[in-house]
Structure formats: structure tokens, C-alpha cells
């Protein structure tokens, strides 16, 4: 049997070189030089013990305009309501990156700083 093991983090997106950023708060000059670019992200609850429950995983080719759509009064989706009512029951939400070391799968190199929309490619190719 073949396995696969990716070492992997998620960190949190900063709104400067050391401030987490909490939804709804704007977006910031550093977030746009730091994130406009392709990555997987989450949005997590941190719990009342510290832990962070993860509400919705993601992709995107600009993580910086992603966070702007889910700023926008006019966007109305399931998962911007669904963060609406997290803040209102009092929890912090945070925005977080999925960090992690390049890997391949059969010639096929995934790397940290690009989405895996490719393996949707890799999967039609595979099987």
C-alpha cells in the first residue's frame, strides 16, 4: 500500500507583523502585499478553551480579494451568514492559511504558495 504523509500547519493570516486578524476587521495594506496570492484557508472559532474549531475550508487564487468578498455588504452567502452568527454568539473568528512542505504525487509537485486546484487535474488524469 502506498502512503502519503504531509507535514502541515495552519497559521493565522496577521493584519501586521504581529496582529491575528479577527472577522469582520478590515483588510490592511500588509494583508494585501502579504496575502494576494493563491493558498487554501479556514475559517475557525476559537473556543472558549483556547481551541479553534474549523466552520468552512477553502481555495483561492488571491487570498487577500477572497477576504474582501466575505467583507462586501453586498455578498450574501451561506458561509458569510454562517460567520455573521459566530460573531454574534460572542466567539472570535479567525482567518487562518494552511501552511505546508512541498509534496508530489506521481511527477505532479504541489508547493505551498499555489492552490490544489491542480489536483483536480492529477485525479481527472489518474482515473
Known amino acids: 500500500m502506498n ?19 479577527q472577522y469582520p476587521n478590515p483588510r490592511t495594506a500588509f494583508m494585501r502585499k502579504e496575502y494576494s496570492r493563491p493558498g487554501v484557508y479556514r475559517w475557525a472559532r476559537c473556543l472558549p ?10 481555495e483561492t487564487e488571491n ?3 477572497r477576504l474582501g468578498d466575505y467583507l462586501k455588504p453586498s455578498t450574501q452567502t451561506e458561509h ?15 482567518f487562518e492559511l494552511l501552511e505546508f512542505e512541498p509534496f508530489e504525487i506521481n511527477g505532479l509537485e504541489f508547493q505551498p504558495r499555489e492552490t490544489l486546484i491542480k489536483f483536480s487535474a492529477f485525479h481527472s488524469y489518474s482515473g
Request: charged share 25%; no cysteine.
Open 80 to 94: 458569510k451568514q454562517a460567520l455573521g452568527d459566530e460573531k454574534r454568539q460572542g466567539f472570535h473568528v479567525r
Open 3 to 21: 502512503a502519503l504523509n504531509i507535514k502541515f500547519s495552519w497559521q493565522t493570516v496577521r493584519t501586521d507583523a504581529s496582529t491575528g486578524y
Open 49 to 58: 478553551n483556547g481551541r479553534l474549531e474549523p466552520l468552512y475550508v477553502g
Open 63 to 65: 487570498l487577500y480579494k
